[in-house]
């Protein structure tokens, strides 16, 4: 009777210390971010964001400890594959964050569905993530291509554009991105007169601004990034274009990159899901703790879309209890979100993208400043999901 007794005792202590250990086990995060070459200052800022949150939350989300697992995938898509599997197989993440670049993201998100990972995009717009590729297990706390181009569209036609040229890197965020603003600027009955592209991530363009200073468009629309975007804009400048072609572009050709554009951005008119200036005791706040955490970095969009990569992971950890073992119910509770935003508040779609105002940007000093709601609550059609 005793022994029994004492057994049982001893299997329920023993069990409680087993339940209580997997409890404490760190839940392991893998970072699949560009950490060098043009993308690189984009994944940094991705990745200071996501730690900025879990900072502020004590560390912990759910109540578990993270651990950290990085790759530097290079903004390259032929070696995506097998830079994914060594966050999935080796290292055995539970949740992968990343990615910059939309052709390693579609990769990324191919073998986090293969292997049931839980993904959560941080900037990769392919449309195809929450299109076609959709699935239960994939977020995205950035936005689709589709949606900063689209915005631009009706404001650019607003403004008495009737022509445009586009010019962008021939991959599926230049792609998309333009495909997006075609879409908005036709509806509202602009006309897209030549689409101009370059390899990624060249930066080239002389012989592609001759032939805008000769086609003569109302207007130019643009998607660069990071080091290249830049470039760029200085080129742009510097051919003197601007005075009579005025340059647009989704927000990313100025986001992140404007101490290093200087005077060559002054003025620029640009779409995007955040800007200087909202001044929400939101985004007050993030900013002076983003600032204060870094060195006096100041915050851009990339930095925010981490920040709320982590946000989003709260949500579904204190759901299930920082039981990430229960997937189905994490998962659930993280599509059914949202998010107090630095950029605004938003909800997920049913394919799992952010439904976002998106706002149009002017450029003034080191600053996108806010000038209004260029669309509101636009949700990504999400063409092709099927859940
Ligand atoms: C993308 O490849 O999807 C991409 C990269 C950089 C950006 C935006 C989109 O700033």
């Known amino acids: 009777m005793h022994h029994a007794l004492n057994r049982a005792l001893l299997a329920g202590a023993l069990a409680l210390i087993a339940g209580s250990a997997a409890a404490a086990d760190k839940i392991k995060v893998g970072f699949m971010l560009p950490y060098s070459g043009t993308y690189a200052a984009l994944g940094n800022a991705i ?35 097998e830079n994914a599997n060594r966050l999935i197989k080796r290292d055995e993440v539970d949740v992968l964050v990343g990615t910059v670049h939309s ?59 009737k022509t445009a040229v586009t010019i962008t890197w021939k991959y599926a965020a230049g792609d998309e991105q333009m495909k997006g603003f075609r879409e908005g600027f036709e509806k509202a009955g602009g006309k897209i007169v030549k689409d101009l592209t370059l390899p990624f991530p060249n930066v080239e363009f002389q012989p592609l601004l001759t032939e805008i200073a000769s086609i003569k468009p109302d207007m130019v629309f643009a998607f660069f990034a990071g080091g290249g975007a830049v470039k760029f804009v200085q080129d742009y400048h510097a051919s003197g274009l601007g005075k009579s072609i005025p340059l647009y572009g989704t927000g990313f050709l100025t986001d992140g990159t404007l101490k290093a554009q200087g005077e060559a951005a002054q003025g620029l008119l640009t779409t995007l899901h955040y800007a200087d200036g909202l001044n929400t005791p939101r985004d007050q706040a993030f900013r002076a ?10 915050p851009d969009v990339y930095a925010v879309q981490g920040y709320d990569a982590a946000q989003l992971m709260q949500v579904g950890l204190q759901a299930v209890q920082g039981n990430i073992e229960d997937k189905a119910k994490f998962r659930d509770a993280m599509r059914g979100a949202t998010i107090d935003s630095p950029r ?44």
């Open 289 to 298: 703790a983003y600032a204060k955490a870094y060195d006096n970095l100041q």
């Open 344 to 387: 605004g508040k938003f909800t997920l779609s049913a394919a799992g993208n952010p439904v976002q105002d998106i706002y149009l940007r002017q450029v003034a000093g080191m600053e996108n400043k806010m000038v209004e709601v260029a669309v509101q609550a636009l949700a990504d059609p999400a063409r092709g999901c099927k859940l």
């Open 47 to 81: 990745e200071n964001g996501f730690k900025l949150y879990v900072a502020e939350q004590g560390g912990k989300l759910g109540g578990r400890e993270l651990e950290y697992f990085k790759v530097d995938d290079e903004s390259n898509p032929a070696k995506a594959s």
């Open 103 to 161: 052709g390693v993201a579609m990769a990324l998100a191919k073998a986090a569905k293969g292997s049931d990972t839980t993904l959560i995009v941080t900037n990769a717009g392919a449309d195809a993530i929450t299109g076609p590729m959709c699935g239960p297990g994939i977020f995205r706390t950035s936005f689709s291509n589709w949606q900063p181009g689209y915005a631009m569209g009706p404001v650019a036609a607003a403004k008495g554009h």
